[in-house]
């Protein structure tokens, strides 16, 4: 059964892979991004999916803009909360502004996008809600005070919210995905890739963004109405809890 679906900063990486997926298993995908237009346009061209600009740290952005795929598309059944930046600093470095803009995104950002979908879902009583979280926010990472302390809080945002929507038939779950074949890792040098990262990862390789794109078409079909609450780890091993 189609349904209409959010997919916050679903134009490029994990998100983009998220979008496609969704639409391959018949739903009807509005893809959200912040800022890049010509790569959300090119996007938009070669998938056919309906594509928004607004900034999830901004409440009054995501309503304004819920509102607008609502009013085009149909009420929201299944949103995606993917968008996320990073603002990388040793924590004796890092500024207010760079822990701000972290937090805003990463953390008050899912407050932003559920919030408005959030009385409809309960009205249907049907919802799906799965946000990304991350290997860092389950065991802390270097100089990522800001984003392991979002990533986790996630997690407990997705905790809480499953025990208040479960008897309205909303589940809410989190995939904290490990290190991910995307265009931010092919930045990294082969030396520091074959001798730091992947001797770290039991499967011997990165993940592939379609694979985190699997777990969530599951999580947000109506086969796992029993899953609620629950963190799922894509992460090849590397991190086991």
Not at 62 to 73: A, F, H, P, Q, T
Not at 79 to 87: C, D
Not at 104 to 113: E, I, Q, W
């Amino acid at each position: 059964m189609g349904r209409i679906a959010i997919v916050t900063g679903g134009t490029r990486g994990i998100g983009a892979a998220i979008s496609k997926a969704l639409k391959e298993a018949g739903h009807t995908v509005a893809a959200t991004y912040a800022g890049n237009d010509e790569k959300a346009n090119a996007f938009k061209e070669a998938t056919g999916i309906a594509v928004y600009k607004w900034d999830v740290g901004s409440f009054e952005s995501c309503s304004e803009g819920i509102k607008k795929v609502e009013s085009e598309l149909g009420p929201v059944e299944i949103l995606v909360n993917n968008a996320g930046i990073t603002r990388d600093a040793p924590f004796h470095k890092m500024t207010a502004e760079q822990w701000k803009e972290v937090i805003d995104t990463n953390l008050s950002g899912l407050f932003n996008m559920t919030r408005p979908v959030w009385d409809g879902m309960r009205e249907r009583n049907f919802g799906r809600i799965i946000s990304i979280s991350s290997i860092n926010g389950q065991k802390g990472q270097f100089a990522q005070a800001n984003y392991a302390a979002a990533k986790a809080g996630d997690i407990g945002f997705t905790k809480a919210l499953a025990q208040e929507g479960a008897r309205k038939g909303i589940t809410v779950n989190v995939v904290c995905p490990g290190y991910i074949n995307t265009e931010m890792m092919s930045t990294i040098p082969d030396k520091v890739m074959n001798e730091v990262i992947l001797p770290q990862i039991p499967v011997g390789r990165l993940g592939e963004a379609e694979e985190i794109a699997r777990c969530v078409v599951f999580l947000a079909s109506d086969d796992a109405g029993f899953i609620t609450g629950s963190t799922l780890s894509a992460n090849g091993g590397q991190y086991m809890i």
